[in-house]
């Protein structure tokens, strides 16, 4: 392929599970530019962008695979390439998610309208996959693998 036509891209660590419960570790490439606002799209952004696949890089593997969305059930990402959920002007829930795999207690931000701030909107919203914070990383978790949530306070 020619170098003039690729879409260049960042490398990011990540886990990936599968729906059978295969853990794959490697890099995901996000676009280096996003198309919404100026840098890189989030991880999440990326994650719920209509498109189908993506590539994935196995730690030392010199190909990338290509996974299929619809057959992740969740990525995992180290916190520091996600925003903070205290940097966005939407409500914050505090929440313990059961998935295909092990429960996950962290954080979720409900950026939406006021009048739509429960969780049960959220969840009914468009994107297939939902941002947790955790204490030591930022999963995304697709929500048909979402078994239940059980809200917490604080």
């Known amino acids: 392929m020619r170098d003039d036509l690729r879409v260049p891209t960042v490398a990011i660590p990540a886990e990936v599970f599968l729906d059978g419960g295969e853990k794959l570790t490697g890099q995901?490439?996000?676009?280096?530019?996003?198309?919404?606002?100026?840098?890189?799209?989030?991880?999440?952004?990326?994650?719920?962008?209509?498109?189908?696949?993506?590539?994935?890089?196995?730690?030392?593997?010199?190909?990338?695979?290509?996974?299929?969305?619809?057959r992740v059930?969740?990525?995992?990402?180290?916190k520091t390439y996600a925003l903070s959920p205290d940097d966005s002007l939407g409500f914050t829930s505090q929440v313990e998610?059961?998935?295909?795999?092990?429960?996950?207690?962290?954080?979720?931000?409900?950026?939406?309208?006021a009048e739509r701030t429960r969780m049960l909107d959220y969840l009914n919203g468009p994107d297939r996959f939902i941002p947790i914070w955790a204490s030591d990383s930022y999963q995304l978790i697709r929500k048909d693998c979402i078994t239940r949530i059980i809200e917490r306070e604080g």
């Open 28 to 70: 995901v490439f996000l676009p280096s530019i996003s198309s919404h606002h100026s840098g890189q799209p989030r991880p999440d952004e990326w994650l719920n962008q209509p498109t189908g696949f993506f590539p994935f890089l196995i730690d030392g593997d010199e190909r990338a695979l290509i996974l299929n969305k619809s």
């Open 73 to 78: 059930a969740a990525v995992t990402f180290p």
């Open 97 to 113: 998610v059961h998935w295909d795999g092990s429960p996950v207690k962290g954080s979720v931000l409900i950026d939406m309208p």
